[in-house]
């Protein structure tokens, strides 16, 4: 109870401090992490032993963010933002993915291995991005709408990928058709949920009578908590994801994206809110104390270089998928998708939990999700002055 | 994963059943617990390897769970109740604390287990009796006013007998000087929280300008949130009171009272019960499974006898108590403190971590609470249509 309540303090002064300089929270509970795992904290909080705790807490916080993720992101909104969007999406997810892969796999690692850091390097965090738009003030430029749904078809490609990658990785040889039909389950998984849940039931609904007029034996819905329903559908597709052999993530995020076309009579986001206030820092103190930095030395440099080539390949990946809009604006969308975070983070602590890759290689991702997130704010505000003519307030 | 989805949706699903049967949820979250416990459900949860995670949770649970029962209680309230709830409180706390420590003491057992079983008879469920008042529409009646009173005093002086029973446990030998330093202590510890947080600090905030007013670089409380406060403070004190060695939960109690002074500025229940919503059910889980029915047949009497004497000296205590309101009076408020909830579970969890209780004793304890749970609502209900000539809703 004393390690619980020295890690929640830590990480919630960290979250409050970066608040106030303008960074990201998620950036000082992992830099926090980082220096409880690596100074005489790990051994005074007794990490050693209870580990174990702090990891299933970890676990559940990162359930319960990708439910939150998902519940921003609504299927019949993102079917409004169009073709651009859906370009810059795939671009950016194809080029990263790509060049990521193949820069580890011919530096001598394993292909799965290579597999891993590309898909870790796919998905742009919509958060971080989101955060720095409002803080200008730019919500409604086309960049800004382009960047945010792009983001969002990000994370799903990225959670996609990472149903594949993490299906091969459990199957164990890297054949072809094992690889064709993961990715089939892991498609036709998302695509199931998706059709039957934002798909269907809105509509079956319209047909239906409103409940609140139902006859008292059936307005059985008025005696249950929404948050009730939301837990059982969240960990119960969790546990079909983890059942099918896809990350239990996966079905966190898409149970989600089923809740969030039923914001109406199921509002659970102030609520998912407050017990994500609570779990989801043990997540990224989890990853920081997960990353070793007395090997780092060993790896700096090619900690830089997955950086830049992280940024360089979303900037052109993107940048191409939105060049229809101009070469200032494709610059602003390149930038602005450059910050990796929770999904790339989550990607990666997949892969280590199930030993496809190294921990130095865990350290590696951990930097250059930092490194991108560090740098885009900042480039971001160039680059929309520069169009705009307008002073950042950034 | 998947037993975390069973087990949620079990305990979903028990306490919408009974809340449908007009029976409190926490009852339906224990009897699901004890079937999951004597059942093959155990084994084919993996509960044998996995019961550290689980028992994490339910202390997660309890712990939150305490410090909401605390918010409820904001000591400025507990003042203008008077001088009838405070003689009901302390003679229902003190009948069955002695009368159940005789009975047990006398029948062979440990000194110390008779000491836990009595201070687990102490403590009245606020929730079941506001829960039965809320139900008859009687919340303005005297008898209601005293009762619920009387239940938040009840809840203080059971946490202050745990304290003081679990200091004893804790010391050893079960000498005079011992009991009165611990004792000491414990009481100097509520005493000096409640002094200080809910006593100082609302009236050293009266003499300070209104935050909201204040120049900008002082204006950090804006920056914070109020759950990471509440937290904060919750953990903290928690932590401190293991470290006198108290139990954590006395801490999370009286940091909710504390809170419960701020809610102006740091509402924070909302927020809490959405924690407690996915977390207390695992905690009441805990407590079913830890029930062995397989010996049950053996301490079958002497369960029956404890809950006798739990409702007995509960109404006899409570009835002295309430003796200048009338007779009808006097049992309405001795009957609707009978029920024994999450205080009684409590202590006898806290006995039973510390190895101060046997596991058929603690089985004892949650037959107890069970049955003065399912006996008050309808011995309440009449008691209350007697005086009142009102039919029952119940």
Redesign the interface.
């Known amino acids: 109870?004393?390690q619980?309540?020295?890690l929640?303090?830590f990480a919630?002064i960290a979250?409050?401090v970066f608040?106030?300089i303008r960074l990201p929270p998620v950036i000082g509970e992992i830099i926090v992490g980082i220096i409880i795992g690596n100074t005489f904290l790990f051994d005074f909080l007794e990490l050693g032993t209870n580990i174990?705790?702090l990891s299933?807490?970890a676990?559940l916080g990162v359930?319960f963010l990708l439910f939150s993720i998902g519940l921003e992101t609504p299927f019949s909104e993102l079917k409004k933002v169009g073709g651009t969007a859906i370009l810059v999406a795939v671009l950016g997810v194809v080029f990263p993915f790509i060049f990521g892969y193949l820069l580890i796999a011919y530096s001598g690692y394993p292909q799965i291995e290579a597999l891993f850091i590309g898909a870790a390097m796919t998905a742009t965090s919509v958060g971080i991005t989101a955060r720095v738009i409002k803080d200008m003030n730019l919500m409604n430029s086309i960049e800004s709408k382009v960047i945010i749904g792009a983001a969002v078809i990000d994370d799903i490609l990225g959670l996609v990928v990472l149903a594949m990658v993490s299906g091969i990785a459990s199957g164990g040889a890297l054949d072809i058709v094992n690889t064709v039909i993961v990715a089939a389950l892991a498609v036709l998984f998302v695509v199931a949920v998706v059709f039957v849940g934002s798909g269907m039931l809105p509509k079956f609904r319209k047909h239906t009578p409103d409940f609140k007029t139902l006859p008292r034996p059936l307005s059985?819905r008025r005696?249950?908590?929404p948050?009730?329903v939301a837990?059982?559908v969240c960990?119960?597709l969790?546990?079909m994801a983890?059942?099918v052999g896809l990350a239990?993530i996966v079905g966190a995020f898409l149970a989600g994206m089923v809740f969030a076309e039923f914001k109406d009579i199921f509002n659970v986001e102030?609520?998912?809110?407050?017990?994500n206030?609570?779990l989801v820092p043990f997540f990224f103190l989890y990853i920081g104390i997960s990353v070793n930095l007395s090997t780092f030395g060993g790896i700096a440099v090619l900690a830089l270089i997955i950086s830049f080539v992280a940024i360089a390949t979303k900037f052109i990946g993107c940048g191409i998928g939105a060049y229809r809009l101009g070469a200032k604006s494709a610059a602003i969308v390149g930038i602005g998708m450059a910050p990796r975070g929770e999904v790339g983070l989550i990607i990666a602590s997949v892969g280590l939990s199930i030993g496809s890759i190294s921990n130095d290689m865990f350290s590696v991702v951990v930097f250059m999700s930092l490194l991108t997130t560090l740098v885009a704010p900042p480039l971001l505000t160039y680059a929309f002055g520069r169009k705009t003519g307008r002073m950042a307030k950034f």
């Not at 102030?270 to 017990?275: D, K, L, P, R, S």
């Open positions: 109870m004393f619980l309540f020295v929640i303090l919630k979250a409050i608040e106030m174990e705790v299933v807490l676990e359930i059985l005696k249950i908590s948050l009730a837990l059982i960990f119960g969790s546990a983890s059942y239990a102030e609520q998912f809110g407050a017990i206030e609570f």
